[in-house]
């Protein structure tokens, strides 16, 4: 874990996105004593530089792809959905029900995180370049250079 790029824990469980293309899965129980318990590899070893963890499903991208991981058995997660997007990721969010995707110019893609396969649910073009995106219940909040929050 030599180039983390960003991190999420959600109960004992962190995942560490890695510009090496790892996602390490960590059990923090012990926030003085972390046990590594597993990694998956993106294909090609793709850069991942975000990372979202809702129990044991994990949202990680790369430059312009997503991927929701099954982290349940973290010593060897497995992919359940993957897209891509059609310019750079800035920013990602997940819920139980959501995925999110800030994509500058692109303004915010939004996906189907229930069942696995992302499946989208459509975009909202922003004023400028979404940078940065949260959810919370059904109210996306977006942080975009030219209008500030949205």
């Not at 962190?14 to 318990?37: E, F, K």
């Not at 590899?41 to 129990?55: K, N, Q, S």
């Amino acid at each position: 874990m030599g180039n983390a790029r960003d991190v999420a824990v959600a109960g004992s469980l962190a995942v560490v996105a890695d510009g090496d293309g790892r996602v390490h899965v960590i059990q923090v129980t012990n926030p003085s004593s972390p046990v590594y318990l597993g990694q998956w590899l993106a294909p090609d070893a793709t850069p991942i530089h975000h990372a979202r963890l809702v129990e044991n499903r994990a949202l990680v991208a790369g430059f312009t792809q997503l991927w929701l991981l099954d982290v349940s058995n973290p010593a060897s997660p497995v992919v359940l959905g993957s897209t891509a997007m059609p310019t750079r990721i800035t920013d990602i969010a997940l819920t139980e029900e959501l995925a999110a995707a800030a994509a500058g110019s692109e303004g915010v893609y939004f996906m189907n995180s229930q069942n696995g396969t992302l499946a989208s649910l459509g975009s909202y073009n922003t004023v400028g370049l979404a940078s940065s995106v949260q959810l919370q219940g059904n109210m996306a909040w977006v942080g975009d250079d030219a209008a500030g929050w949205i």
